[in-house]
């Protein structure tokens, strides 16, 4: 297990402490909120000018759907996400840039382009998107999804310790990354919720997140909006799903993970500096109460 420590970004620096938002930019036509609203060029460049002026560390560009849906080729893949990170590190060169793909060769595309981080939401899938981060100096998040294909859902998946499987899995993923010659403080770990996982076991990685916390790796969530909040709450319309998804976010922060992946960026950060207030790691931003 690595010592916990500082997690090194392209410029960046994430203390332990440190809770860093990573804003979602998905150049999709059929995303599962919001649609195709930043399919567009323009679209897409807003979208990161306000994730950025609203406190957002990292920006994760995506262009497949992770659900099932129109088929995306590597090629599309690509046209959607390397270009887009090219202008992007242009407009923003302090920025952490991380890629939503399982692909190596959209990594290596992306990375050509100046990206910073390979978000590997598919746990491996291609083993030699690991290769591509080692040979970038790069980033990696290594995450669960339950041996799953890519864009494919779960069915009646079982586990006899689902958090215990989790934790295996991507501490494997990650010290693999390591012998690779990845750099172990620009990994990141991911339980995965709803990839290879129903509503019970997304909810009980919640709960024992802390579990993962403990490896030393630092870990990274992404929570916004998704069916097991909305099967938690009755809420299948994922447009209704911000106040659970804050409440996870809040408990999580809590427990110790360093990175949220999400679509509302304001709300999250005002969620976990409350609650990195709460906990005496930040200061309050004005004191005027009581005050003669």
């Given at each position: 297990?690595?010592?916990?420590?500082?997690?090194?970004?392209?410029?960046?620096r994430?203390?332990?402490?440190?809770?860093?938002?990573?804003a979602i930019?998905?150049?999709?036509?059929?995303?599962f909120f919001?649609?195709?609203?930043?399919?567009?060029?323009?679209?897409?460049?807003a979208?990161?000018?306000a994730?950025?002026?609203a406190?957002?560390?990292?920006?994760?560009?995506?262009?497949?759907?992770?659900?099932?849906?129109e088929?995306?080729d590597?090629?599309?893949?690509?046209?959607r996400?390397?270009?887009?990170?090219?202008?992007?590190?242009a407009a923003?060169?302090?920025?952490?840039?991380?890629?939503?793909?399982?692909?190596?060769?959209?990594?290596?595309?992306?990375?050509?382009e100046?990206?910073?981080l390979?978000?590997?939401?598919?746990g491996?899938v291609?083993?030699a998107?690991?290769?591509?981060?080692a040979?970038f100096?790069?980033?990696?998040?290594?995450?669960?999804?339950?041996?799953?294909?890519?864009?494919?859902r779960?069915?009646?998946?079982a586990?006899?310790d689902?958090?215990?499987?989790?934790?295996?899995?991507?501490c494997?993923?990650?010290?693999?990354?390591v012998?690779?010659?990845?750099?172990?403080?620009?990994?990141?770990?991911?339980?995965?919720?709803?990839?290879g996982?129903?509503?019970?076991?997304?909810?009980e990685?919640?709960?024992?997140?802390?579990?993962?916390?403990?490896t030393?790796?630092?870990?990274?969530?992404?929570?916004?909006?998704?069916d097991?909040?909305?099967e938690?709450?009755g809420?299948?319309?994922?447009?209704d799903?911000?106040?659970?998804?804050?409440?996870?976010t809040?408990?999580s922060s809590?427990?110790?993970?360093?990175m949220?992946?999400v679509?509302d960026?304001p709300?999250?950060?005002?969620?976990?500096?409350?609650?990195?207030?709460?906990a005496?790691?930040?200061?309050p931003?004005?004191?005027?109460?009581?005050l003669?």
């Amino acid at each position: 297990m690595p010592t916990p420590g500082p997690l090194l970004l392209g410029s960046q620096r994430i203390d332990i402490q440190d809770r860093a938002i990573m804003a979602i930019v998905n150049r999709t036509k059929d995303s599962f909120f919001k649609g195709g609203s930043t399919f567009a060029d323009g679209d897409a460049m807003a979208a990161v000018a306000a994730a950025v002026e609203a406190g957002a560390e990292v920006i994760d560009i995506g262009g497949v759907k992770a659900g099932p849906g129109e088929e995306v080729d590597p090629a599309e893949e690509i046209q959607r996400t390397a270009s887009f990170v090219g202008r992007v590190r242009a407009a923003y060169p302090s920025v952490i840039i991380s890629v939503d793909t399982w692909r190596a060769e959209v990594g290596r595309a992306a990375c050509q382009e100046g990206a910073d981080l390979l978000n590997d939401a598919w746990g491996g899938v291609d083993p030699a998107l690991a290769e591509v981060a080692a040979e970038f100096d790069v980033g990696l998040v290594c995450t669960h999804a339950g041996g799953q294909q890519p864009r494919t859902r779960p069915h009646r998946v079982a586990y006899a310790d689902v958090m215990a499987t989790i934790v295996d899995y991507t501490c494997t993923l990650a010290e693999r990354a390591v012998s690779l010659g990845v750099r172990a403080d620009r990994i990141l770990i991911d339980p995965g919720h709803d990839f290879g996982k129903n509503t019970a076991h997304s909810l009980e990685a919640s709960r024992r997140l802390a579990e993962m916390v403990d490896t030393g790796w630092p870990v990274l969530v992404s929570l916004s909006r998704k069916d097991f909040v909305g099967e938690a709450l009755g809420l299948p319309d994922p447009h209704d799903r911000l106040l659970g998804t804050l409440a996870t976010t809040a408990i999580s922060s809590l427990m110790g993970a360093r990175m949220y992946r999400v679509h509302d960026v304001p709300a999250t950060r005002q969620t976990l500096d409350m609650e990195r207030t709460i906990a005496g790691v930040q200061r309050p931003r004005m004191a005027r109460r009581g005050l003669a």
